[in-house]
């Protein structure tokens, strides 16, 4: 029997602006959390940061207490050969060289803002640099993909496309992006791979998170027994990097950016959506 399919939720421009009051939490969150991801701190500290920043600007989180068993963070910090969903510990000590990916969350007004970045702890490691830099390429080409008419495999093509042309990396199948709004993850789920002109129609309105997961060896993947962290089958190191997304007439929103996505895509002759007035 096929799973049915919820209908894919809409936003109008005000509720696309709370959305960016969301993403602006999450953006400013992280932004704290990678500078203090240095030889030392843990990931329990990390987790403090985001608490904090949540509590100074009025937001909830998007992960704390989800799902069974519940989450007990508010930031997944997925280290090395983690891929995603790491649970924040006092105990976890991060070394120089590490490769850690910390993926937030933040709701404004009933509004949820998703979003992930992959940090070098310390001076980095070439190899690890390097698949961070391939993954957060993948996730800009992606994004640039995600034009109104265009179709859902256009994004998954082009962010399987962008991850083969920068080297020979695992590109994960089992876990990928999502649709977001009024819940954190909503229909419609996103390949990291696919055949464009595929899938659902891109129209305006849509929010939509776009994650790519890139390791270094196999794409393969297992959950530990704390029922959430997620590793790669051969111990190889992991990045993942995530946006949420809005899609508009006039070109996409990356409201979890603080610029808007203006700089990425610009760079790429895309033009963000007029919505996207500076903050």
Avoid at 130 to 154: F, N, P, Q, Y
Avoid at 182 to 205: F, K, Q, W
Avoid at 215 to 233: C, I, K
Avoid at 245 to 261: E, F, I, N, Q, R
Wanted: aromatic share 4%; hydrophobic share 45%; net charge negative.
């Amino acid at each position: 029997m096929r799973r049915r399919r919820t209908p894919i939720e809409l936003k109008s421009t005000d509720q696309i602006k709370l959305m960016r009051a969301a993403g602006l939490v999450v953006a400013e969150g992280l932004a704290e959390m990678s500078a203090a991801a240095l030889p030392g701190a843990t990931t329990g500290d990390l987790d403090r940061i985001g608490r904090e920043v949540l509590a100074r600007n009025g937001a909830s989180s998007s992960f704390l207490g989800y799902a069974n068993p519940p989450f007990p963070g508010v930031i997944c910090s997925s280290r090395n050969e983690a891929v995603v969903h790491g649970v924040p510990s006092a105990d976890e000590e991060l070394a120089a060289g590490d490769l850690i990916s910390i993926d937030y969350g933040a709701i404004v007004a009933g509004w949820h803002g998703d979003a992930a970045v992959t940090v070098s702890v310390g001076t980095p490691n070439a190899q690890a640099a390097a698949l961070s830099a391939a993954c957060e390429k993948a996730l800009w080409d992606g994004i640039a993909a995600a034009r109104v008419g265009g179709r859902l495999g256009d994004i998954s093509h082009a962010l399987q496309t962008s991850i083969i042309a920068s080297g020979s990396y695992g590109i994960v199948e089992d876990y990928g992006g999502h649709g977001i709004g009024t819940a954190m993850h909503m229909d419609p789920h996103i390949l990291n791979y696919g055949r464009p002109g595929r899938g659902e129609r891109l129209v305006a309105g849509m929010a939509i998170a776009i994650e790519p997961m890139v390791t270094l060896g196999s794409p393969r993947t297992l959950e530990l027994a704390d029922q959430w962290t997620v590793v790669t089958v051969d111990g190889s190191w992991a990045a993942h990097w995530e946006h949420t997304v809005a899609l508009l007439t006039d070109g996409p929103w990356v409201l979890t950016a603080a610029d808007g996505g203006r700089a990425e895509l610009s760079s790429r002759g895309i033009a963000i959506s007029s919505l996207a007035t500076p903050d």
